[in-house]
Structure formats: structure tokens, C-alpha cells
């Protein structure tokens, strides 16, 4: 696996080097690698079989990812985000069973949540015993769950046997969000690979991120953030009789 792991990181450093890219540093011995390419999937799932973090893009903004149930790698990525490790970090599924694998999402049906998802919203919940990790998020006892609707990540959440990924975004605590990953250059050499979609979004509004809406409590919501996609999320709370409240 290390052997393959070496091959593709090579060949991605020789691409790097020969594209129009933002060109490496001789130091610098991180990956970075269009979405599109063939391999670009069997190279991030060798960093996070390997334990490391990577940088990815996702339908708002560039996220860093790593395994979410792999207790060194959530370590890593708090120490590479500059994060206070209770302030916490959702996680990447890629489909609605996933999700309900995860998190405790009985009292929310599958219509609410397929007009909710794939899209720029993290679903907090009550996590599940499938979440086993000691690291996430050690403060409280929910998850926040995101299916973005972009392709790459949700291939990669597929071809990583369906398991979480940890997601946050790709910059340093209280730095603005990513939209292209030149942006994010300071954290290349901590990271096992960053795939390249080019700029993601054309205004700024893109970088509010995702809205975070807390669905633990049945019948009831609460906004945690805004984020990108509030006003159709309010709309369809109303559309589903679900109430606002204060957080518990």
C-alpha cells in the first residue's frame, strides 16, 4: 500500500511540475492534483487509509478531510486547522443511509431529508455508537452531518467503504474560507495531497460555508449558522411544520 501510495504521489508530483499550475516549492513535496485526473480517488483514499489529512473541494468551499473514526488523524487535523479541539468539526457521508448510520435521524424522514440534501447544509444530530473516535468532538454528545453536492467528494465518500470522513474548512481558525486552493498554499506541506477543482464559487457570498441547522430535538430547529442556504432551509422547515427553538 505504501509502495502504490509512493508511485501515485510521484506521479502527481511530475504532473504538478509539467502543468500550469502554481508551481511547488523545491522543499515542498505535497501533491496537488486536479479532481478530474483518473487517479485523483485512489490517491486520497491512500492518504486516508494512511492516516493523513488532505484538502479537497466541496459545493462551498475548500475542506480539509480526513478519516473521522481515525483517533491520530483527527488529531492532526485540529493541529493543522489551529482548532480549540472542542469546537467541532461535522462530518462527509455520501448518501442518507449513511447519514442515518451515523447519526440518529429517525424522527426526520427520507422526504425532508432528500429536499434537504445533496447542498451546501450540515445536519447536527445525536451521533450514533458507528462514531467511535474519542477526538471528535469530545464536548458533545451530536454530530454534524454534510452530503455535499459535489461530485468528487461524494465519490470519494463511496469508495471509502461508505465510512465518514471528518470535514472542516481549509484554512487556519478565524482565517476566511477557501475558494481556490492557492489560498490555503501555508498548509500544503502538512497535508498528504490537495486536489484541485480550480476557483469554486464566483462571489463571495460562497465563502459563508455551509448553513448549519440543528435537527436533534423532533419537531423542533434551530439555526447554528447561516452559511449560503438559509432561506431555502427556513422555507422547508415551515413546509414540514418543524418549529424554531433555542438550542438545548
Known sequence: ???????????FQGLHKSSTMLPLKSDLR?????????????????CLLTGQVIA?????????????NNESAIQKLYEIKGRDEHKPVAICVHNI????????????????????LPGPLTIVIERTPQLSNRFLNPSTSKIGIRIPDFNFIRDLCAVW?????????????????????????SLW??????????????????????????????????????????KQTLSLMEEFGIQSREIL
Not at 1 to 11: A, G, H, N, V, Y
Not at 30 to 46: I, S
Not at 169 to 185: G, H, I
Not at 204 to 222: K, M
Open 30 to 46: 505535497t501533491p496537488v492534483c486536479p479532481v478530474e485526473d483518473e487517479a485523483a480517488l485512489q490517491l486520497a483514499r491512500q
Open 97 to 116: 443511509p449513511a447519514l442515518r448510520r451515523f447519526g440518529q435521524a429517525s424522527h426526520l424522514s427520507d422526504e425532508l431529508l432528500t429536499r434537504l
Open 161 to 185: 467503504q461508505d465510512q465518514p470522513l471528518a470535514l472542516t474548512s481549509a484554512n487556519r481558525s478565524s482565517a476566511p474560507s477557501s475558494l481556490q486552493v492557492s489560498e490555503f498554499r
Open 189 to 230: 506541506p502538512h497535508l498528504g495531497a490537495v486536489f484541485d477543482a480550480g476557483q469554486i464559487g464566483l462571489t463571495e457570498e460562497r465563502r459563508l460555508a455551509s448553513t448549519v441547522i440543528d435537527l436533534a430535538t423532533p419537531g423542533y430547529f434551530e439555526i447554528v449558522r447561516a452559511g449560503v442556504a438559509l
Open 1 to 11: 500500500m505504501r509502495r502504490l501510495q509512493t508511485q501515485l504521489l510521484r506521479r
Open 56 to 68: 479537497l473541494p466541496t459545493d462551498t468551499v475548500y475542506g480539509l478531510a480526513c478519516d473521522a
